[in-house]
């Protein structure tokens, strides 16, 4: 499943053809690969209103071997990235600051380039015009990631006094090639403790991981991502998908479960496993999700069920089995709810998945500060328009439509939505808590 169209605007003479007749240029995204450096050049790190977080940046990029620079060079090098600190600013003067910092650094940035903007949240402030600057700085980021191109991104983080252990990584993932189509997102951390001494090269070494609808598409990255990364994966997946479940957990040296998740035992059965084979989980992915469209008033109550079945009423049930039953969801643990942009934004078509998609993330929100008194955290990933099986089927047009209409110019692949995904499952996201990420490339659908 290639990108004809930006391999064509990448080649020598489409280059040439696209550009002259004023088509858009998808670039070939940096993605990560075991190894490879967190960034691809330097990085400026600069304060607006003057920051505190400067020397938690400096460090997280040292400790990568990324040089860091107080400014852009004139000599023309090409940075790897620029992140400003925001959580000195008091008031929108502080804004032309950030302008100042951003404004010839953005100018120097290489291909596939960061923008990370980081302030403390607009709920936290103590006056109207402080609350006024941190907002300001979501309608900054957001629109510069419109105006980057090249493959480059810009995201914002919200750091509430107290959460500066949190920081560094989320800092990492929003740098690195793992959040190559994770593009105008805000997300905001909370004070949580950070186990150190992670091993970035396998953040997820001696956990035990759950990923539903593993046997195909979206499921089975996660599973290979999530084993890569250092889990033992349970891949779960309807018996009629054995065959290709039992292909997936071979792969990766997991295990494969088959189980119906809407069945009325199934998370009781689930948790035998857990309990019997591995003693507990650390990892749940529930990914496991279906589709039956129709408009509403063509919808008959076995569409509008069965979608509810699988994608909220599954998830709801299962994660309170988990949490009630004793000693089976480990310490620390994560719990990631795959969402759809359709939750976000509504799809024609869809008013029975984007119900469900949306619902799981007001359960996200809800459970959030449960999670939290158990050190442990549940978010979700609401993916885009992602280059499967599935969307390859569509018509020309609207694939060639929807694959476009984002700031990346282009589909996310499974592979983006796994890696979101199981940076929300390291321990060092443990600030990350009743977040929705959006894995979209800055879709311009919904907000
Ligand atoms: P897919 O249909 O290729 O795979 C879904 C998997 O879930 C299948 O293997 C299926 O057998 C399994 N499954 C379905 N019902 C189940 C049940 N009752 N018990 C256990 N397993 C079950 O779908 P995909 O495109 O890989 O999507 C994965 C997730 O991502 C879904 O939640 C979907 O809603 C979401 N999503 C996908 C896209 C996209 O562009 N593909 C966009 C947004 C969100």
Same mark, same amino acid.
């Given at each position: 499943m290639t990108d004809w169209y930006r391999d064509l605007a990448n080649s020598g003479v489409g280059s040439t053809l696209v550009e002259q007749l004023g088509l858009p240029r998808p670039a070939v995204l940096r993605r990560y690969e075991p190894g490879a450096p967190l960034l691809t050049g330097p990085a400026v790190v600069g304060t607006a209103g003057g920051g505190g977080l400067h020397e938690i940046l400096t460090r997280v990029l040292e400790d990568a071997g990324v040089p860091v620079r107080s400014s852009a060079a004139t000599d023309g090098e090409r940075l790897g990235a620029v992140l400003l600190d925001a959580t000195g600013g008091t008031g929108p003067a502080d804004l032309a600051a950030a302008h100042e910092v951003l404004a010839p650094a953005v100018k120097r940035l290489g291909p596939s380039g960061r923008v990370l903007v980081l302030a403390h949240p607009p709920?936290?402030?103590?006056?109207p015009a402080q609350a006024a600057a941190r907002q300001a700085l979501e309608g900054l980021v957001r629109s510069l990631a419109k105006e980057l191109r090249n493959g480059a991104t810009a995201n914002l983080l919200f750091v509430p006094v107290g959460a500066e252990a949190s920081v560094p990584g989320p800092v990492r993932f929003f740098l690195s090639g793992r959040s190559a189509y994770v593009d105008g997102q805000v997300v905001t951390l909370t004070a949580a403790d950070v186990p150190a001494g992670e091993d970035a090269e396998r953040p997820l070494a001696g956990k035990v991981a759950v990923v539903t /609808?593993?046997?195909?598409?979206i499921g089975a990255a996660i599973a290979r991502v999530v084993a890569r990364d250092g889990a033992h994966v349970v891949a779960v997946d309807v018996p009629a998908a054995g065959q290709s479940l039992a292909e997936v957990a071979n792969e990766i040296g997991g295990t494969a479960f088959q189980l119906d998740i809407t069945a009325p035992d199934a998370a009781q059965r689930l948790i035998a496993h857990l309990r019997e084979r591995? /003693? /507990?989980?650390d990892v749940v992915v529930h990914n496991a999700g279906i589709t039956r469209d129709k408009l509403l008033v063509n919808m008959d109550a076995a569409r509008w069920n069965s979608v509810m079945a699988v994608n909220l009423q599954a998830q709801l049930d299962v994660t309170q089995a988990l949490l009630d039953a004793h000693g089976v969801l480990r310490p620390g643990a994560r719990v990631v709810c795959v969402s759809s942009q359709s939750g976000i934004a509504g799809n024609r078509g869809q008013t029975n998945y984007a119900a469900s998609k949306a619902g799981i993330i007001g359960m996200v929100r809800a459970w959030a500060p449960a999670f939290a008194e158990r050190g442990a955290t549940i978010n979700a990933v609401a993916p885009g328009f992602i280059v499967t099986e599935m969307t390859a089927k569509m018509p020309f047009g609207t694939r060639e439509i929807g694959s476009r209409i984002n700031s990346l110019q282009q589909g996310g692949l499974p592979v983006d939505v796994a890696e979101t995904i199981a940076w929300l499952s390291q321990p060092s996201a443990a600030g990350v808590n009743g977040q929705v990420v959006r894995v979209c490339g800055q879709s311009f659908l919904g907000a």
């Open positions: 709920s936290d402030a103590d006056s /609808g593993a046997a195909r598409g591995h /003693g /507990g989980v």
